[in-house]
T-cell receptor, first 113, second 115 residues
Framework: DAGVTQSPTHLIKTRGQQVTLRCSPKSGHDTVSWYQQALGQGPQFIFQYYEEEERQRGNFPDRFSGHQFPNYSSELNVNALLLGDSALYLC????????????FGQGTRLTVV | GNSVTQMEGPVTLSEEAFLTINCTYTATGYPSLFWYVQYPGEGLQLLLKATKADDKGSNKGFEATYRKETTSFHLEKGSVQVSDSAVYFCALKRGAQGGSEKLVFGKGTKLTVNP
């Protein structure tokens, strides 16, 4: 079992550009959540996808959007990048139907210059 | 709203020392409580959890007890090792079941254990 995989591992973008991050959930999981972890801070919830729809959303602007595909994989898109978007982006997968723990990927380190 | 407060780090200990990392929470209802660990360059791993008051979570020598009266979930280990060096996050989740609830994290506490 490969667990949760994220790509790319590192990314450098210029202010104003757009970025897409990808996540494949752990086998058997149907729910994907995205978190932003700024340097020296705890992860902050961005949003969660289930059955290809956004089910919950944290306090993030509309520049942050996502998608979930029929195979449960997910993308996080950020438009009009700001320097403050530089962070580690973590994907977590879980199974909605049971009290299972959330498994995290290794994250994508995004640097905006 | 729900929130988690952890003791400020960094924490530096010698091998075999006793570890305590304090965590308190604010939440409505009866949240589940977690400790996650993040090793350098890696994602988060669940260390232990507790889903109701007075439950004790334990794993790899680490323990934490869900104290509703003090809204606390302090992490302890009797004898730390160099390999325990990592960042530790306290977190909560509303409700006691279901994989659909978001996690609310504290800011993290960096632990360094010297030989």
């Amino acid at each position: 079992d490969a667990g949760v995989t994220q790509s790319p591992t590192h990314l450098i973008k210029t202010r104003g550009q757009q970025v897409t991050l990808r996540c494949s959930p752990k086998s058997g999981h149907d729910t994907v959540s995205w978190y932003q972890q700024a340097l020296g801070q705890g992860p902050q919830f961005i949003f969660q996808y289930y059955e290809e729809e956004e089910r919950q959303r944290g306090n993030f602007p509309d520049r942050f959007s996502g998608h979930q595909f029929p195979n449960y994989s997910s993308e996080l898109n950020v438009n009009a990048l700001l320097l403050g978007d530089s962070a580690l982006y973590l994907c977590a997968s879980s199974f909605t139907g049971r009290d299972t723990e959330a498994f995290f990927g290794q994250g994508t380190r995004l640097t905006v210059v | 709203g729900n929130s988690v407060t952890q003791m400020e780090g960094p924490v530096t200990l010698s091998e075999e020392a006793f570890l305590t990392i304090n965590c308190t929470y604010t939440a409505t209802g009866y949240p589940s409580l977690f400790w996650y660990v993040q090793y350098p360059g890696e994602g988060l791993q669940l260390l232990l959890k507790a889903t109701k008051a007075d439950d004790k979570g334990s794993n790899k020598g680490f323990e934490a007890t869900y104290r509703k009266e003090t809204t606390s979930f302090h992490l302890e280990k009797g004898s730390v090792q160099v390999s325990d060096s990592a960042v530790y996050f306290c977190a909560l989740k509303r409700g006691a079941q279901g994989g659909s609830e978001k996690l609310v994290f504290g800011k993290g506490t960096k632990l360094t254990v010297n030989p």
